[in-house]
């Protein structure tokens, strides 16, 4: 076993963990944070996303262990003050979401994405949710939601 130290959501946690641990085992089986979804465990969906020190990450493909002195936050941190995250708020209006599965990591994402570049066109959305996948929406309300966050106004038109 391992110790790790590290915060996730704003608070300090300390535990033991076994080396070959995945870092969303470690969110959903010991400090029981199920909001961070497993959709693959493979690096393919995007559903497990988290931010790690700040940027997007997907927590099926990084050891619990790596996060050692790190800062975490799940779609459980994002909130503050009982308000909603711009970006929740957003896909909640947009109805960006059916089965609700791919929402916390494309939130997750999105945050990320707003960091990176406040004022996206709907390609670059499309382009920086491409590793997160949505087997309900087909991405349309997704994109609108992002736009939303950011300010725009929603362009997107087609159906996919
Ligand atoms: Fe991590 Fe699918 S569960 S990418
Ligand atoms: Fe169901 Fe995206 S809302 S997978």
Redesign the pocket.
């Known amino acids: 076993m391992a110790k790790i130290s590290l915060t996730v959501d704003g608070a300090q946690v300390t535990d033991d963990v076994e080396p070959r641990m995945l870092l969303v085992q470690y969110l959903r089986e010991t400090l029981g944070k199920t909001g961070t979804v497993i959709g693959c465990d493979t690096s393919n969906c995007g559903a497990c996303t988290v931010l790690f020190d700040g940027v997007s990450v997907k927590s099926c493909n990084v050891l619990a262990v790596q996060a050692e002195g790190h800062e975490v936050t799940t779609i459980e941190g994002l909130a503050s003050n009982g308000e909603l995250h711009p970006v929740q708020q957003a896909f909640h209006d947009c109805h960006a ?7 916390p990591g494309m939130i997750m994402r999105s945050v990320d994405l707003l960091n990176e570049n406040p004022h996206p066109t709907e390609e670059e959305i499309r382009n920086g949710l491409e590793g997160n996948l ?4 087909g991405y349309h309300n997704i994109v609108k939601a992002v736009q939303q966050a950011a300010g725009a106004p929603a362009t997107t038109g087609g159906a996919s």
């Not at 949505?134 to 929406?137: A, E, G, K, S, V």
């Open positions: 979401l059916q089965c609700g599965f791919c929402t949505c087997r309900c929406t």
